[in-house]
């Protein structure tokens, strides 16, 4: 079993920059692959930066290409999504995500982090 939860989120303005925390306990996560995910209000939940723990492979959206950065510290078992040149639409329930390997489902989420953006 794998444990997640996010921190990090909050209230900022359009530019400002975050950055989501997400820190994984249960099993060693080298053969996982982790994903953050975002839902706002009224909208389908989408993919939004995914990183594979053991080689720190990473892939985006068009949307976020640019502005948002995932990484992991595989000594502190952590994820992280630094976001930059925020804009009102990136306003969200931020999720992180984990699976086994590229072609599962993602099992195990976290709680949510809410980021809210204003113009």
């Known amino acids: 079993q794998v444990q997640l939860v996010e921190s990090g989120g909050g209230s900022v303005q359009a530019g400002d920059s975050l950055r989501l925390s997400c820190a994984a306990s249960?099993?060693?996560?080298?053969?996982?692959?982790a994903s953050w995910f975002r839902q706002a209000a009224g909208k389908e939940r989408e993919i939004v930066a995914t990183?594979?723990?053991?080689?720190?492979?990473?892939t985006y959206p068009d949307f976020v290409k640019g502005r948002f950065t995932i990484s992991r510290d595989t000594a502190k078992n952590t994820v992280y999504l630094q976001m930059d040149s925020l804009k009102p639409e990136d306003t969200a329930v931020y999720y992180c995500?984990?699976?086994?390997?590229?072609?599962?489902?993602?099992?195990?989420w976290g709680q949510g982090t809410q980021v809210t953006v204003s113009s």
């Open positions: 995500a984990a699976r086994r390997g590229v072609f599962s489902p993602y099992a195990y």
């Open positions: 249960g099993r060693p996560f080298s053969a996982y692959t």
């Open positions: 990183i594979t723990w053991s080689t720190g492979v990473t």
